[in-house]
């Protein structure tokens, strides 16, 4: 078998560049994928911490992020929809009021 | 270099590659699929770690479900190609700074660290399967299974009341 620091590494390097994507990227889509991107890294070092230590719990809790990431997109996305309809612009650094 | 090995090399250059093109592609349709991409080969990651029932619930949520939304969401929108004014200039260098920081960082911990094993002990036959995964979220996780169930629900009234539009003026 692959030793198990190969998979933590590559997870540790799609958080990056999903950190990257929210730190460079001015489209809010984007950034939320590559929120995405992150959670599934970190998703995936779960996974193999689950393999290593052969109990369940950590796959489990997998699961539970991919729910939780399924409604946060729905709010999301629900939220980008509702901006782009007031301001007709989803340029992130357009989003610098509260009121809309 | 065992056929393991191979699979792990072309597997991550791949997940890799499909990242990347997510961060750097103009069109954000472009990301969308390349994201559709990166979520496939993490889900036969998943397999490889005898997670089969977290494969396919990456399949089905993550590429499925989400993308859909996603792919959905800049089609409705129409802003698929956006122009990229930067308002502060020293953003981009000063992101990849930070970055290089974290990969610097991260890779240390991981391959100097002491928190890693170096590798990965053989498995029991039936390990991961779903019949396992059912056991443990039904009798163990059962209140978690039913908050999860809730949170889905106010996340959908959530996402309604959010993009109706006002009637008689809220």
């Known amino acids: ?100 | 270099m065992t056929v393991n090995l191979i699979l792990f090399l072309v597997l991550a250059a791949a997940c890799i590659a499909t990242a990347l093109g997510m961060l750097v592609s103009r069109s954000a349709i472009y990301s969308a699929l390349f994201l559709v991409l990166n979520f496939g080969t993490v889900a036969i990651f998943y397999i490889i770690l005898n997670a089969p029932f977290i494969a396919m619930s990456q399949i089905t949520v993550y590429a499925g479900a989400i993308m859909v939304l996603f792919i959905f969401v800049i089609m409705l929108l129409g802003t698929d190609v956006l122009p990229q004014p930067q308002a502060l200039p020293w953003q981009r260098p000063a992101a990849i700074v930070l970055a290089a920081l974290l990969i610097v960082e991260a890779g240390y911990l991981v391959f100097f660290g002491s928190a890693t094993g170096p590798t990965i002990p053989q498995a029991v036959e039936s390990f991961g399967s779903p019949q396992d995964i059912g056991g443990a979220l039904f009798n163990q996780y059962l209140l978690p299974f039913e908050v999860t169930s809730v949170l889905l629900l106010i996340a959908m009234v959530g996402a309604i009341i959010l993009t109706q539009k006002d009637k008689g003026g809220r």
């Open chain 1, 1 to 100: 078998m692959v030793p198990i620091n190969f998979y933590i590494g590559l997870s540790a390097i799609l958080f990056t560049i999903g950190a990257l994507g929210v730190l460079v990227r001015r489209n809010p889509l984007v950034i939320f994928m590559s929120v995405e991107l992150m959670l599934n890294a970190s998703n995936l070092a779960l996974v193999a911490f689950t393999r290593v230590h052969n109990v369940l719990d950590g796959q489990i809790f997998v699961f539970f992020v991919m729910t939780v990431a399924a409604a946060e997109v729905a709010v999301g996305l629900a939220l980008i929809v509702t901006i782009f309809r007031t301001k007709h612009s989803i340029n992130i650094d357009e989003m610098n009021s509260l009121k809309g």
